[in-house]
């Protein structure tokens, strides 16, 4: 099993930020770092649901001081680092217009020399989709839809392209991405509806605080769902993201349940010494997984 870093919130503390990702680079114990694709616009109220707390309501810490583009600032990690990989969790495809979304993940995973992890979502928040003009209730159909697309424009054999919509056909982007076919798709979400979206199509799944027996029971119904799409369990990266704090996580579990990566919640650091103690609390966990 590895260990990576979800930078949540991405926030505007440069040189923190900067002093973070590169002593990540530094250390061989850290597989990842992964930040957001933030919110573009903050609601005092709404009546959307929060899939991941008790109460419906996102937590106030993820937007309280705003975040940072994540495509953008995934840009700017893949500039300053050489071997960590770079995640971005999660993408709402179905707000997203494909043909520019596709060129803006080509460009990160040449600029990363082939580091790229791209994370998709569905989407929870209606009143943002309606915001941007984007159908809520199709976010499903427009997710696929659009994935569709860039897969089209990724492959160099053309596969795909004769499902293109009409103005699309017959254009090719070029350069195609370093990973072949493409960056590798990670689709986030808890909910059977997401372990069948992976089953179909993913290369990844990233769900959110799972118990090592809830990963293991959703594992089981993947498996199933694989086998139905003539697909094994070997061609999906399992990476569960976590807030727990790390002393409590039960590392061993995890492995055995099949997570092949540990994803943990960074919150954002001021100063040098937030750095500092960041680095000497990840120590006893990165020796944990090495043993795995």
Not at 188 to 198: L, Q, T
Not at 263 to 274: E, I, K
């Amino acid at each position: 099993m590895r260990l990576g870093l979800f930078l949540l919130p991405l926030v505007a503390e440069v040189e923190t930020l900067t002093e973070t990702v590169l002593r990540a680079d530094r250390e061989p114990g850290i597989h990842s770092v992964w930040v957001p694709e933030p919110h573009l616009l903050a609601f005092q109220e709404y009546d959307s649901v929060f899939p991941y707390s008790e109460d419906g309501k996102m937590p106030e810490g993820y937007s309280a001081e705003g975040e940072l583009d994540g495509f953008l600032g995934l840009s700017y990690i893949a500039a300053i680092t050489e071997r960590v990989r770079i995640g971005l969790g999660v993408c709402i495809v179905a707000q997203r217009e494909p043909v520019s979304l596709a060129k803006e993940a080509t460009t990160l995973d040449i600029l990363s020399k082939g580091r790229f992890d791209c994370g998709v979502g569905i989407g929870w928040l209606e009143e943002e989709f309606r915001a941007v003009g984007a159908s809520f209730e199709d976010r499903v159909a427009n997710t696929k839809a659009n994935l569709d697309v860039m897969e089209a424009l990724w492959s160099e054999s053309g596969d795909g392209a004769e499902g293109l919509p009409e103005g699309i056909a017959g254009g090719v982007q070029e350069p195609f991405p370093v990973q072949r076919p493409h960056p590798p798709i990670h689709f986030g979400g808890n909910s059977r509806p997401a372990i069948r979206r992976v089953a179909q199509r993913g290369q990844g799944w990233i769900p959110w605080e799972l118990t090592p027996e809830e990963v293991e029971s959703r594992l089981t119904e993947m498996e199933e769902m694989l086998a139905a799409n003539g697909r094994e369990r070997g061609g999906v990266h399992v990476t569960v993201a976590t807030e727990a704090p790390l002393e409590e996580i039960d590392i061993g579990a995890y492995a055995s349940a099949g997570v092949d990566q540990l994803l943990t919640v960074v919150p954002p650091t001021r100063s040098a010494q937030d750095v500092e103690q960041l680095f000497a609390g990840l120590d006893p966990t990165i020796a944990a997984v090495a043993q795995t």
